[in-house]
């Protein structure tokens, strides 16, 4: 059993998607809150369904039973729900699911982050690190994988580029080369991550070598 926290979030939802075309037995972590149509699209992949919070020790711990690999999406950084942030989620809650994962004999844990090479000394990067230094640590076989920043989000209207309208808003002047990848990458690798042992034990940085500049 694959338990996939962040579930319905954009990536999460798509490597449940693929991990149930393959014919993998998946739980998906979803929250009291979680929109209807979301937990109706995971259900209708086939997923079964355990109700959790990252800020609820307990829950995670159900979660994990019965499961021998754990992959987690999960982040602070879109969500709305009241009490998430930072510190509640990105490192207490990670911390927490890392705990009840190595309790319940989880073999295998893959964790989504992201490149630290040229990020910022924030809260957000230090509570990544604290997980993937606590997921070396923690005796379970494990993947890291430190992807650079998702085009479909950096690139779409939230963030400024509005197709339709043919505008961008583009931050200083546009000239520092950026890598982006897709997020439709991650759940491939990750299907060669559960099947390759040469993956296992590592952690892997996900860029575009074409770094694009954005004011072209």
Sequence with gaps: MILVAGSTGLLGSEICRQLTAQQKKVRALVRKTSAPEKINALKQMGCSLTEGDFKDKASLA?????????????????????????????????????????????????????????????????????????????????????????????????????????????????????SYVSYKMLPHLQQQVLTIRLLKTRCWKLADLSLLVRHR
């Excluded at 950084?77 to 989880?106: R, W, Y």
């Excluded at 964790?111 to 990544?128: E, G, Y």
């Excluded at 379970?140 to 085009?151: D, G, N, P, V």
């Design 62 to 178: 159900v979660a994990c039973k019965d499961c021998d690999t754990v992959i987690t999406t999960v982040s602070s950084t879109i969500s709305h729900q009241e009490g998430d942030n930072i510190q509640t989620v990105d490192h207490d809650g990670n911390l927490s699911l890392v705990a009840a994962a190595k309790e319940a004999g989880v073999k295998q844990f893959i964790f989504i982050s992201f490149r630290h090479q040229h990020a910022m000394n924030t809260p957000l990067t230090k509570a990544k690190q604290t997980a993937e230094r606590a997921i070396k640590n923690s005796g379970m076989k494990y993947t890291i994988l430190q992807a650079s920043i998702f085009m479909e989000v950096w690139l779409s209207p939230a963030l400024g580029f509005n197709y339709d309208e043919h505008t961008a808003q583009i931050p200083g002047d546009g000239t520092n080369p950026i």
